[in-house]
């Protein structure tokens, strides 16, 4: 299965800076996938990237908020844009199975505080 | 849409006892079933997987079985270790790996010697 870099692992940022989170992939994968895990919650969708192509956002989700960037089959960026403290939460990439279906590969994580 | 129902905590249970995490799903088609786990301060993990009916996924000992008459994929272990403390995610899928997965909320375990 692929295996993906997720940077950085975690940050602290002043609220109403921006921070950009990269995700390189060892192989080319059609979609990506980017998700938000807030404290103690489930992982929420908040877009799917598609190279070549504008991001498709989940409701409650926004391009102006969260800018992607799909510029090849292997690499990806989320901005998390004009930070407030309840940005905090971990940010996750993904990609899908691969042809032998062996199961949806993440990065490692962003850990994100905003103060 | 796809969604899946899980069995939300926490569950605290002694050294070595059974553990059972229920999980159902509703969906279209023919889905697969996963099982993540999340250690703490840790990223996600696979633990285990089925892609068809009937299937049993299993991993570090524990098992789960694709029920499509039930729609379910419940999580077993028949005897958990402190070092099972973590949080436990049922998630649903599709081969083609170009949709998202989508999760359940959670089960956070802990397991007390």
């Known amino acids: 299965s692929a295996v993906i870099s997720q940077k950085p692992s975690r940050d602290i940022c002043q609220r109403g800076t921006s921070l950009t989170i990269q995700c390189q992939v060892d192989s080319q994968v059609t979609m990506m996938f980017w998700y938000r895990q807030q404290p103690g919650q489930s992982l929420t969708l908040i877009a799917t990237?598609?190279?070549?192509?504008?991001?498709?956002?989940e409701s409650g989700f926004v391009i102006d908020k969260f800018p992607i960037s799909r510029p090849n089959l292997t690499f990806s960026t989320l901005t998390v844009s004009n930070m407030s403290p309840e940005d905090s939460s971990i940010y996750l990439c993904?990609?899908?199975?691969?042809?032998?279906?062996?199961?949806?590969?993440f990065g490692s994580g962003t850990r994100l505080t905003v103060v | 849409g796809d969604s899946v129902t899980q069995m939300e905590g926490p569950v605290t249970l002694s050294e070595e006892a059974f553990l059972t995490i229920n999980c159902t799903y509703t969906?279209?088609?023919?889905?697969?079933l996963f099982w993540y786990v999340q250690y703490p301060g840790e990223g996600l993990q696979l633990l285990l997987k089925a892609t068809k009916a009937d299937d049993k996924g299993s991993n570090k000992g524990f098992e789960a079985t694709y029920r499509k008459e039930t729609t379910s994929f419940h999580l077993e272990k028949g005897s958990v270790q402190v070092s099972d403390s973590a949080v436990y995610f049922c998630a649903l899928g599709r081969n083609s790996g170009n949709t998202p997965l989508v999760f359940g909320k959670g089960t956070r375990l802990s397991v007390i010697a």
């Open positions: 990237a598609n190279q070549g192509s504008e991001a498709t956002y």
């Open positions: 969906a279209t088609g023919y889905p697969s």
């Open positions: 993904s990609v899908g199975a691969d042809r032998g279906g062996y199961g949806y590969t």
